[in-house]
């Protein structure tokens, strides 16, 4: 009987981080759409919204107006606190160095991404930063949540830059 309820946590747990994925993915849209790298984070607490953000730094020039700032930026203000310990980071690519420091510094309780970032991933594919031994707190991290739709709309993305001619991006 543990066992099936094991399995059943898990598989609920799966549909969950599938459902607000989904909402990254919209936040990724918005990006798009914006002209932006098609980057979107979400972060939610009891079972809710608190911070949305899309990739905003050619539109903003700020270079730190990445999706996962933004969220958590607006987390931040709608929970009054920088400390969002009761709080999940859903977003579509891997963090970045900067995004990752961003995630430890706001003690985000578990971070749930769908496509690696072989170039600047801080999490697990270029740098391990996010859970370095010599930091203060540890994130739960689940990656490859509906990887395959994250990384289709990244590479189509550069796909159609480069075919654009446009190297800037």
């Known amino acids: 009987m543990l ?3 094991r399995c059943i946590s898990l598989f609920a747990m799966s549909l969950s981080d599938e459902f607000w ?3 990254a993915l919209r936040e990724a849209q918005r990006a798009l759409a914006l002209g932006e790298v098609p980057v979107g984070a979400v972060v939610v607490s009891e079972g809710r919204i608190v911070g949305r953000g899309c990739n905003r730094p ?3 020039n700020d ?3 990445h999706a996962e700032i933004l969220a958590l930026r ?3 203000t709608a929970i009054d606190n920088y400390r969002l310990l009761d709080c999940d980071l859903y977003v579509t690519v891997e963090p970045c160095p900067m ?3 961003a995630i430890t510094h706001a003690r985000i309780r578990r971070l749930i991404y769908g496509a690696e970032d072989a170039k600047a991933g801080a999490v697990h594919s270029m740098l ?3 859970n370095h031994p010599k930091l203060n707190h540890k994130v739960e991290v689940s990656s490859g949540v509906l990887a395959a739709r994250c990384m289709h709309l990244v590479q189509s993305f550069f796909r159609e830059r480069r075919s ?3 190297n800037d991006r």
Request: hydrophobic share 40%; with cysteine.
């Open 128 to 130: 391990q930063l996010l």
């Open 99 to 101: 995004c990752a420091g």
């Open 21 to 23: 994925m989904e909402e």
């Open 164 to 166: 654009e001619g446009d």
């Open 74 to 76: 607006e987390a931040g």
């Open 63 to 65: 270079p730190t107006a």
């Open 58 to 60: 050619l539109s903003t």
């Open 3 to 5: 066992i099936a309820g």
